[in-house]
């Protein structure tokens, strides 16, 4: 029996017969910002990254913000490398336990599609 032929990723001709490349597993973490002048800020960089994960931001009750973003899943609860940018703005913190707090001290500021939308309104 031979082996299963290996699936054709593109028509590019130096890839025919190249595997396609794993997923790359991703995990939610939050960016806990202390304003929405710096969570503009950091969506507006992201965005001009190419940044096209499923983020969301909230407004807590003092004033600070929160913006839940996905990144890869490479290390266990630190932001990965090409993230590591963001602990200039804000702390990265558990999503799962913000996400319990906001329920009682938070509200929603862009629940889909944050740094895209969000992005656009920073003008610096």
Same mark, same amino acid.
């Given at each position: 029996?031979?082996?299963? *032929?290996?699936r054709?990723?593109?028509?590019? *001709?130096?890839?025919?017969?190249?595997?396609?490349?794993? $997923?790359?597993?991703?995990?939610r973490?939050?960016? %806990?910002?202390p #304003?929405?002048e710096?969570?503009?800020?950091v969506?507006r960089? =992201?965005s001009g990254?190419? @940044?096209?994960?499923?983020?969301?931001? @909230?407004?807590l009750d003092?004033?600070?913000?929160? %913006?839940?973003?996905r990144?890869? #899943?490479?290390?266990?609860?630190?932001?990965? =490398?090409?993230?590591?940018f963001?602990? $200039? @703005?804000?702390? $990265?913190t #558990?999503?799962?336990? =913000?996400? #319990?707090? =906001?329920?009682?001290?938070?509200a *929603?500021?862009c $629940?889909c599609g944050?740094?895209?939308?969000l992005?656009?309104?920073?003008?610096?």
């Open positions: 029996m031979s082996p299963e *032929p290996a054709l990723t593109s028509s590019c *001709p130096t890839c025919v017969g190249v595997p396609a490349p794993a $997923e790359t597993a991703t995990r973490t939050a960016l %806990l910002l #304003d929405t710096t969570l503009l800020r969506c960089r =992201l990254l190419g @940044y096209a994960q499923e983020s969301s931001a @909230y407004i003092g004033g600070e913000c929160c %913006l839940f973003l990144v890869p #899943d490479t290390t266990f609860f630190r932001l990965p =490398l090409a993230f590591a963001l602990t $200039e @703005y804000g702390q $990265e #558990d999503a799962a336990h =913000l996400s #319990d707090y =906001l329920s009682e001290h938070g *929603p500021l $629940e944050a740094v895209g939308e992005g656009k309104l920073c003008d610096r």
